[in-house]
């Protein structure tokens, strides 16, 4: 790949369609010369779109802004030895996944340097279903939610992945319905149980975690 850490792509990013993307991914995942560059400004925009949402619970001091986000997830997407993109959508829910893990890294080198440095606030509501705006008062850090999520993930890996593709990957119903290969309202079913799982979860051991604190001393 051609883009490095510090570079930009033009101001003005040429619009593509649907099937072009997805031919370019078709391209890139057989191995294609070049096919990767020449997907960059096609899906830069959009990424920069992933990567703001993403970061939309941050503190204002962060200090990985969200194009170093979209720079370092594609870095990582292209250093994939073997992908396996479908289309676009598919693509986008890989990106998705690959920005939340690097906020999570980020989060944790974060918190080894100051208990609580690192948290990071976001709305667990809009996580299970970005759609229905939910309790903004519904807050939960990134690694509580991590943590809560890889549980969700042991038992239910399906409703896991409705989350990040919802809440990260920010598609709708229908389109997380199509990268699952289920219907529309199986993904609004598991929306609304993940969700009250994850409260629960979450709620549940900050319970813990508080009892175990005033015990102490």
């Known amino acids: 790949m051609t883009m490095m850490s510090g570079e930009q792509p033009a101001a003005v990013a040429p619009v593509a369609t649907e099937g072009e ?32 949402r993403c970061m939309a619970g941050e503190r204002s001091d962060h200090t990985l802004e969200p194009t170093a986000l979209v720079h370092e ?69 990134l690694l509580a939610l991590d943590e809560a999520l890889r549980s969700l993930a042991r038992l239910d890996a399906r409703k896991a992945r409705v989350v990040e593709l919802r809440y990260f990957g920010g598609l709708t119903v229908d389109e997380a319905a199509e990268v699952l290969g289920v219907s529309a309202p199986t993904v609004a079913l598991d929306s609304r149980m993940a969700r ?21 001393g």
Request: without cysteine; hydrophobic residues 45%.
């Open 21 to 52: 993307v997805t031919r370019l991914l078709g391209e890139w995942r057989t191995g294609a010369l070049g096919a990767g560059d020449r997907l960059i400004p096609l899906v830069y925009r959009d990424l920069r779109r992933l990567a703001a």
């Open 73 to 141: 997830a594609y870095l990582r997407l292209a250093g994939r030895s073997q992908p396996s993109w479908r289309d676009r959508r598919h693509f986008f829910a890989v990106a998705s996944r690959m920005m939340r893990r690097i906020l999570v890294d980020h989060a944790r080198s974060r918190q080894t340097d100051k208990r609580g440095g690192g948290a990071v606030r976001v709305p667990l509501a809009s996580a299970a279903a970005p759609a229905s705006g939910g309790d903004p008062g519904q807050l939960a850090d």
């Open 196 to 216: 009250a799982w994850l409260l629960a979860r979450i709620r549940g051991a900050k319970a813990e975690a508080d009892a175990t604190d005033g015990g102490v």
